[in-house]
């Protein structure tokens, strides 16, 4: 197992700060306390859940996040979190239930169906919205995305949830502190963009919805960065994220950033605190009752990545930088076990990159805008198709994986990418000519050509896109069902028929991107209990140790049942935590047995 450890902390070194912590450590420059009940690490979904609930039950609660902006992965993220049964469903006149998800899970997750984790997941979600939506600034609606496998037995649509967007000046002046969503997917540098945004910006120019939808935007958007010198509307996992932060403050949680925890300390068999690096010096923190791991998994740390991730050599993360398993290296050191035989380590997308003149590289995640509107396919190198392209992302890049394709070509025509734009190359009226030059995007008068200029057999590609657009033009794909399935229809283009996935490619000039295997997260993690206790390789549980996030084994073993199987997990597993540790107090006062 190749790891990276936290480096040892000096006796003497330790010694000090920890004289000098009981007496005062500095909350962004205010002195506080050094002793908490709950010490979180990291502040992404599952840390800043298990941190708000764990103050709204009444303990001092602790998180430290090592970079200088709380949000982690999950202010990247599209911001659904999957709970089956949700009492939004209901709201929407669907029906959902336990028993419905557990025959969906069952059936596709297969031998990978954890029993105690799903049942208590199951258990567990609809409580924790109810709970987060009556004592923070969460706030809901399901949205209809199919699950991604809807054929198999159990299955619905609206079991994601989205948070409303938020207004990010009710964070104050700490609304710089909340990390901005991927650059890549925001327009003007800092508007933020919501999935109910897409269809009418696609038509600002074409309908008059479209362009008023647009016009307000764009306006409102000028008018806050003249006010903040930013956008200040915040949508999908920014606006969770936000939310999450706003409720942290809101709940009395003490929020440290630009401290790095190095270790757990653990006396007796049970932890006690951590080290932590701030302000340049280590000083170790008492944890009265718990140390929650949520440091963000290792998508960022290019040795774990060759470990776990297939293809890693052209592997790309969208992993923020500060994400390298730290979490994960502490739970090891102070002897949990890692898991390593998940079938997936991480939510995997396609991606395409392009580095500009001054050495900065642009990933744009391939999830949803364009891969699956019609009138586009993914060729391997051969020319030829291999997946149905409108497939979840993370079964997309499996089956990359699978076959052992470092490298794929989306390819489209001239009415397709002025209609939804391929990548980083967006849709009219954006120009077309500075992709051309830089060489993100392969322009050919022809599709033969087109072959010839990614690498590929002319003729093969030909014969390829022609007996696509065949069947295309009357809404079938006998060779991969693309448009058969209720995901892969709902994720295209309503207005285009007979199929709203399946359009021929036929408008010359030609273009391709290249795509590569990636990840929006790592998901391999310390194996936990249903409690999400840390466990220790003979299986028992640590004491006063918990894992939630990222740092925590997925929950369906890297696989992917629907949009927001991470998030989904990191919200309830977060509440579920924090509810034992303050059970486990109640337990010991209960028991006539000190509660420290």
């Known amino acids: 197992m190749s790891v990276f ?22 909350i962004d420059g205010v002195p506080g306390l050094s002793e908490f009940d709950v010490i979180v690490v990291g502040s992404g979904v599952g840390g800043m859940t298990a941190a708000i609930v764990a103050a709204r039950l009444d303990m001092s609660v602790l998180v430290v996040e090592k970079t200088d902006v709380f949000g982690g992965t999950t202010a990247y993220s599209g911001g659904v979190a999957w709970i089956p049964n949700n009492h939004h469903m209901k709201e929407a006149g669907v029906e959902d239930s336990r028993e419905e998800a557990e025959i969906y899970l069952r059936a596709t997750l297969g031998n990978h169906y954890d029993a105690a984790k799903i049942e208590a997941f199951l258990d567990n979600g609809p409580e924790m919205l109810r709970f987060l939506e009556a004592n923070s600034e969460l706030d809901f609606v399901a949205v209809p995305t199919p699950d991604y ?12 949830v989205l948070a409303r967007e938020f207004d990010g000046t009710k964070l104050g002046e700490r609304l710089n502190q909340l990390r901005q969503p991927l650059d890549v997917l925001t327009v003007f540098s800092s508007m933020q963009v919501a999935g109910a945004d ?24 000028a008018r806050q960065k003249l006010m903040h010198g930013r956008g200040t509307r915040l949508v999908s996992g920014n606006a969770l994220a936000g939310r999450l932060f706003k409720s942290a403050l809101d709940a009395g949680v003490t929020l440290w950033r630009n401290t790095a925890a190095h270790e757990v300390l653990v006396e007796d068999s049970r932890v006690v ?65 890692l898991v390593e035989n998940n079938p997936a380590n991480g939510i995997f997308t396609p991606v395409s990159m392009i580095r500009d003149a001054d050495g900065t590289e642009r990933k744009f995640p391939h999830i949803m805008i364009d891969r699956y509107m019609p009138g586009s396919i993914a060729v391997d ?27 794929v070509h989306m390819i489209a025509d001239r009415a ?82 007979p199929n709203p996935s399946l359009a021929p490619i036929v408008k010359p000039p030609f273009y391709a991107i290249a795509l590569l295997p990636g990840d929006l997260s790592s998901v391999a993690g310390l194996r936990t209990d249903e409690r999400a206790r840390v466990l220790r390789a003979d299986g028992s549980a640590f004491e006063g140790l918990y894992a939630v996030g990222l740092d925590m084994n997925s929950m369906t073993s890297g ?38």
């Open 5 to 26: 450890l936290p480096a040892p902390v000096d006796p003497f070194v330790q010694s000090v700060c920890v004289a000098q912590s009981r007496d005062a450590a500095f």
């Open 149 to 160: 496998l809807p054929w198999n037995p159990g299955s619905k649509h609206h079991r994601g």
């Open 198 to 221: 897409i269809v009418p910006l696609r038509k600002a120019f074409r309908t008059f919805s479209g362009f008023v939808h647009t016009t307000r935007m764009v306006t409102r958007y």
């Open 273 to 337: 605190g951590l080290v932590v690096n701030r302000d340049g010096a280590n000083m170790s923190l008492v944890a009265e009752r718990a140390v929650v791991l949520a440091s963000g998994g290792f998508g960022a740390n290019a040795e774990m990545r060759e470990k776990f991730m297939p293809l890693a050599e052209h592997h790309v993360s969208l992993q923020p930088a500060g994400n390298v398993g730290d979490g994960i290296a502490m739970g090891v050191a102070a002897g949990a076990q």
């Open 381 to 407: 190198p051969s020319g030829r198709r291999f997946v149905n392209e409108a497939d979840s992302y993370q079964n997309f890049v499996m089956t990359m994986q699978q076959k052992g394709l470092s490298k």
């Open 416 to 497: 397709f990418l002025r209609r939804y734009g391929m990548g980083l190359a967006r849709p009219f009226p954006y120009p077309v000519r500075p992709w051309v030059r830089n060489g993100y995007l392969i322009e050919a008068a022809s599709i033969r050509e087109l072959g010839e200029r990614i690498g590929v057999d002319g003729n093969t590609l030909a014969a390829t896109v022609a007996r696509f657009n065949e069947h295309a033009a009357k809404g079938e794909d006998p060779d991969f069902k693309r448009g058969d399935d209720a995901h892969s229809r709902f994720r295209g283009d309503a207005e285009n028929q």
């Open 559 to 596: 696989l992917y049942p629907a949009g927001g199987s991470s998030l989904g997990p990191g919200l309830t597993f977060g509440y579920i935590a924090a509810r034992d540790i303050a059970a486990s107090v109640s337990a010991k006062r209960d028991a006539g047995a000190p509660a420290s």
